[in-house]
């Protein structure tokens, strides 16, 4: 081999194993994405992706320095990634089948959240995964002169394949899922291994070979373009499907012309528009009541009320607001821009008294001045609610823009019908700032709400200040509320900034809720 061959060898290992590097991380983190509208994107579900695809890597690894050993030749190391750039490129063409039953081969199995991602990522991301392993200690075998040398190109060719995976973390979240979507990511990552193999076949003198991965890339790209075709979650009534930055996106119409918002798994359902009523008949109609927890004589009808719903979603809760109180300035904080257009466009959230802003709600605390009489927290990245929006900093922080009569609501999933923990621990923490804490568990669901006023105040001024007013709909929603509304004074653990183990709660929630059966 000559001088300039050689250089141009070591240049080309630099690159395989810069892309290569790039390609692993990207995989990962789209297949994150690539499981959401299956299975969410919950700790469990990140903990056995992650968990399964170090093992793959590790496997990788140990094969990659086999192979090398026994076979040290580039044309050997070119095959390796030509096979993980196809098998990459495939993923979005076999995940369709792989995912769906393993979804309905768990469906009802005890721990099926648990099992069923585990089985969904260990079918999909095996290969491509071991054989991206393989490539950085084959690559530092083939790249040593001698053995004085190792230390220095181990560190070079690693330190490299680390810089190409912190590219891979950042391009597809930030440019190739939000421009092209989570199947394209993946057939572009792997057809660009694969044009990649393509030269480094080239360069290893197998100019015949050099065709396989370009075949193999043509392949990839027409079943790509089938498989981009079909939904990427098919299934009935589907109107509208989509991804943004945050998450999967999807909208249902049954029948009767109700339409509902779903995101990633669709476990819960975070909005509902019906077509010949603003009234849903679920937990956004009770979000209404929160004046009514006031020091009585209060009358929200004789006031200009200022709402704040943090989770605005569709709109949902503002249209009933709006509904029972006439065109009061809301303010909707939805921190994805993208499904506030599916709420426009879908949801007829053209309400001329509602503005929304795109932030985090803790950002939004942050950034705006503004005082509301209600505060309604309605936040979800499904199944948790974001921590930062459950501790006692968050609430002194809703404390000081509300007004000196102010009321904060706050939704809360118990997972199972008797499961307090979640709710205990928001009250528990609302506690430490508002002086009077109640819950009202809905009828309809597993939902509570947790309600905090800034005045202290009893549910016998609930109770007067519904019986006061002539509103149909209040008047039906109170009576409904009847049962499931207590005053709050039990125990649970405070959360802070420091200490908010909501994410753990919400998991053992998840998780005895599903070995006992009882599920939402």
Known sequence: MTENSSLLSRRFLSALVFWSGLVTLSVELAASRLLAPYFGTSLIVWTNLIGLILIYLAAGYWLGGRLADRFPHLSVLVGITTLAGFSVALVPVVALPVLRTAVRAFADFQVGLLVGSFVGVLALFALPMVLLGCVSPFAVRLATPDVAHTGRVAGRLYALSTLGSVVGTFLPVLVLIPLFGTRRTFLFLGVSLLAVSAAGFALARRPRFAAVPLVLAAVALWSGAQANRAPIKPGAHLLYEGESAYQYIRVLEMPDGERLLELNEGVGVHSRYRPNTPYTGRVWDFFALAPFFNPAPYDPFQETERWAIVGNAAGTAARVITAIYGPVPIEGVEIDPAVTEVGYRYFEMNLPNLRVTALDGRAWLLVNGERYDVVVVDAYRQPYIPFELTTVEFFQAVAEHLTSDGVVMVNVNRGTRDDRRLVNALAATMAQVFPAISTLDIDVSYNTLVIGTRQPSTLADFQANVASTSHPVVRELA??????????????????????????????????????????
């Open 479 to 520: 009576r409904r509320a009847a049962n499931g509304l207590r005053p709050w004074q039990g125990e649970g653990i405070v959360l802070t900034d420091d200490r908010a183990p909501v994410e753990w709660l919400t998991d053992l929630m998840i998780v005895e809720a599903a070995l006992s059966g009882e599920v939402e």
